[in-house]
């Protein structure tokens, strides 16, 4: 018995993607392996840790919880995405001015939720920043730079 | 049984299209996927879940949205957590279950998990369905030539068993405007992405009096689905002391040891935050 596959078109990151895919394929393996798009990582499979965050249809969300058939005619923001060649977005530049960066691992995830987070709220509270931001794990920084620029960014988005 | 790549996918936009599908596929074993955020985790593990078919029904219209009627307000199942979270109509009418949309897991997880979905995984532990019983909210599940409604206590008959059929799906929630308040109380071993250890929603209504004239408290993962702690309201509305009706709730729970707790101090937790929702929360500052 052969693979069924299935036809896919979706824009990521701003460009349409034109795919045959099978069933069984999470958009995680997708994006990284298809696409070549590696900045969401795989840790928990579970849709615990946030590592795997994008944003689809403009909510983030967790690829390893969603296959690649689910998003024909959807719309894909990566961590890739997000910066204009060398010209980072307000939140990359803040994750960058506050050390907000150690291993780095769960930085794209957390970005993607920031500048979720900054969209979402008007001058997000630290509370509400720490609420959005649980899930999303990172087990170097202990948060406080990460919620630091966050914080940031919202209260220069709406001034 | 097949290997991932042989399943097959199909995604429905209308409840006709749906159940003309479904006729023909009746030896397959099938999967179906609102959300996803319970399926695909079983569906990660090597061992879990592997249809021979899967059927994604988040494209069918007759389940979006949240809508006000006279007496009532309908949720369609494909609701997903963060709507009902920021829903101002469940927010004014049905107080627990926004409470609970805000300690469900993570806004990743919020912007995709159901609330059909939570019905019909019918965990013990699941954050929806306390408020959804308290309520005594009702389902309309649709099937190939019928629909019909059923209380959400009926619907939901064990640890992640409902009645409903393999050709059928929970179309919409029904919740009438009783006028009740409503709270909800989640006690996880960490504030957020957390299985409840203990979670229940109390509805109530007051007279001027403050007494209750009317008091409904469901709780989950202390049985093997949410109960209603009858044997306490009952207490409570007849009198009793809080300090003797709060024994009562042993006969209306059967908690077991598992993972997150033991089954005593599920019993002993439960009793003691109800004791301080009664004494603190409900008698000095829900009037």
Known sequence: ?159 | MVSKNKMKYFRPSSTHELHDYLVDVKEMSIAILAGGTDLMPRWNDDNGLRPDMLIDIKKIHECFGIREYENEIVIGALTTIQEIKNSILIQKYFGALSEAASHFAGVQIRHRATIGGNICNASPAGDMLPGLYAHRADMKVIGPNSSHSIPISDFIVGPGKTVLESNEIISEIHLKKSGDSSCFYKLGLRQSMAIAVVNFAIAYTRDSNNAFTSLNIAAGSVAPSIVFLNHFTDGIMNGTSLDEAIELVDKDIFPIDDIRASADYRRTVLKNVLKYTFRHELHENCE
């Not at chain 1, 393996?29 to 944003?55: H, I, M, P, S, Y």
């Not at chain 1, 390893?64 to 689910?70: D, M, R, W």
């Not at chain 1, 961590?79 to 150690?102: N, R, W, Y």
């Open chain 1, 1 to 159: 018995m052969v693979d069924i596959l299935y036809p896919i078109s979706l824009m990521v990151n701003g460009k349409t993607v034109q795919a045959e895919v099978s069933a069984d394929l999470r958009l995680l393996d997708f994006l990284r392996n298809d696409l070549n798009l590696t900045g969401a990582k795989e840790v928990c499979a579970e849709g615990e840790c946030g590592a795997c965050t994008v944003v689809l249809d403009g909510k983030t969300v967790n690829s390893c919880l969603i296959l690649a058939v689910e998003t024909d005619e959807s719309e894909l923001t990566t961590i890739e995405g997000l910066s204009d060649g060398k010209i980072l977005t307000q939140m990359q530049k803040a994750f960058v001015d506050h050390h907000s960066v150690q291993c780095g691992y769960c930085i794209p995830g957390m970005v993607l939720t920031g500048e979720q987070i900054v969209k979402d709220h008007d001058s997000p509270s630290r509370k509400t920043i720490q609420e959005d931001l649980s899930g999303n794990i990172c087990r170097c920084t202990g948060y406080q730079k990460i919620v630091e620029a966050i914080e940031k960014v919202g209260h220069e988005f709406h001034e």
